[in-house]
């Protein structure tokens, strides 16, 4: 029964005592000793259940134990087991243990990484870790990080700081003037481009019917042949690793012809981005450091905990100028200031467990995580096509496009795959067929995970062919 107490007296009294965090750490652990052996999706029970939590706001305090033992008996049996080895839906990622260990000790931190002043530490590591993914992707020495909380919000900021740069060879202070009765500013892009890329170009203000296209091809990558005379008002993104097929697109040739012009050129890497850290990969992104920005997920390929994403850019002042805040307030410092390079102030320090998935790999750990994904997903495509599925996608990453040879039948095929929830894909319209997509992004995957998930494509088929 709720009561009402001394609260500050109670919290102090939780602090001295550790038994709440004693309680979670056991909870902890006995989900993550069970996360590889209990189903990918949670059960309709377990769904179900989650009605416990349908309360009006209580107008007393509660249990600290009671709260913590409600997640853990209701809340764990409805989680996605995104951590384990067969999820193989959105492009999620594992999350590394040593990773997780050291986002716990952060939690505990509870870093404010806006400022040098507010947390030195979230300082440090995240010009380390700036240093670090410049070296991992062979970018230019001058290229800044700003670590911001996915792939999206780092397209933001990599096209504001090209809208920013274009605007201001124009001579048009776009900070001060807006877009009223600016000059025009040109974006181009293909038509397999994620999602997100239109939606930060329509929030930036560019409008997606603005947008110019280009054709692609059958992998989903840019006709370089086919890509429109640039200009030194265009912005140009392409993708490293379609969010469907995984092609990548033809980095050199292109991005050449865009320096050439003077242009722009952005490149999404959410995911495929991380292919320059395999050696047998890394011939997809040839030529990348010669863009001017590049947005890609830690907590995708890299396997660092969620929410983790870096916008990089090598025009420092227009990343920053394009993301400016001022306040008498404000102590900058000498060192790292982090609100600097992104739209955010007050931030969680992602810096912290990004270093320590970084320091715990090293560059071999590195090139085992992301070329070991490959080969999951090269296996995941040939066992397949040995038991007459059809793969409609070259295989160069890390993603699996799978067809049962009708729509009808493959649309069957997935329900009873899902439903049966030894692993766990979601589906995809590719080439004007519907299509099983399979996302393979975690170090826990083991040949082992991929022989059992085929044999329940196999069961879900002869399902879905006599239902």
């Known amino acids: 029964m709720a009561e009402k107490i001394n609260l500050s007296e109670n919290m102090f009294s939780q602090i001295r005592e550790k038994e709440i965090f004693i309680r979670a750490k056991d909870h902890a652990f006995d989900y993550i000793d069970n996360i590889f052996k209990r189903n990918v999706y949670p059960t309709e029970q377990a769904i179900e259940n989650l009605v416990i939590f349908d309360e009006k706001f209580p107008d007393l305090s509660c249990s600290p134990k009671l709260i913590i033992d409600l997640m853990h008996e209701y809340g764990s049996p409805a989680t996605v087991s995104i951590t384990g080895g067969r999820y193989f839906g959105f492009v999620n990622g594992g999350v590394i243990p040593t990773s997780l260990a050291a986002k716990l000790l952060a939690d505990f931190w509870d870093q404010n990484s806006v400022l040098y002043v507010t947390s030195p530490i979230a300082s440090k590591l995240e010009s380390v870790v700036e240093k670090w993914l410049v070296d991992i992707f062979r970018l230019p020495e001058n290229t800044v990080a700003g670590f911001v909380s996915g792939t999206s919000s780092a397209t933001l900021c990599g096209l504001a700081a090209a809208r920013y740069r274009m605007f201001s060879r124009l001579g048009w202070d776009f900070n001060a003037k807006g877009f009223i009765n600016a ?8 038509s397999h481009e994620h999602s997100t890329v239109f939606k930060m170009i329509s929030i930036l203000g560019f409008g997606k019917d603005n947008t110019e296209i280009v054709n692609t091809d059958c992998q989903g990558k840019i006709v370089p042949g086919e890509i429109p005379d640039l200009d030194e008002s265009t912005i140009l993104i392409l993708q490293a690793g379609n969010v469907n097929s995984g092609s990548f697109d033809e980095f050199d040739e292109i991005c050449e012809k865009a320096n050439r012009a003077n242009a722009w050129v952005h490149i999404d890497g959410a995911f495929g981005l991380w292919a320059a850290g395999s050696e047998k990969l890394k011939y997809l992104t040839k030529g990348i450091e010669k863009a ?46 982090g609100m600097l390079y992104t739209p955010e102030m007050s931030r969680r320090a992602r810096s912290i467990e990004l270093w320590a998935a970084l320091k715990y790999l090293g560059r071999d750990g590195l090139d085992e995580l992301i070329t070991g994904l490959h080969k999951r997903a090269v296996q995941f495509a040939n066992e397949l096509k040995e038991n007459e599925f059809e793969i409609l996608n070259d295989v160069v990453f890390n993603q699996v496009l799978v067809s049962c040879g009708t729509d009808n039948l493959t649309k069957k095929t997935l329900k009873f795959i899902q439903e049966m929830r030894v692993c766990w894909c979601g589906s995809a319209q590719w080439l004007d067929k519907f299509v099983i997509r399979i996302s393979v992004c975690s170090w826990a995957t083991t040949q082992d995970d991929i022989a059992e998930s085929v044999r329940s494509f196999v069961r879900a088929r002869k399902m879905a062919m006599i239902n």
């Open 183 to 190: 000059p025009k500013i040109r974006i181009i892009t293909g």
């Open 292 to 337: 001017n920005s590049w947005s890609v997920d830690c907590h995708k390929t890299l396997n660092a905990p969620y929410d983790s994403g870096i916008i990089l850019c090598k025009d420092k002042d227009a990343l920053i100028s394009s993301l400016q805040n001022v306040g008498s307030y404000i102590i900058l410092s000498n060192e790292r200031d």
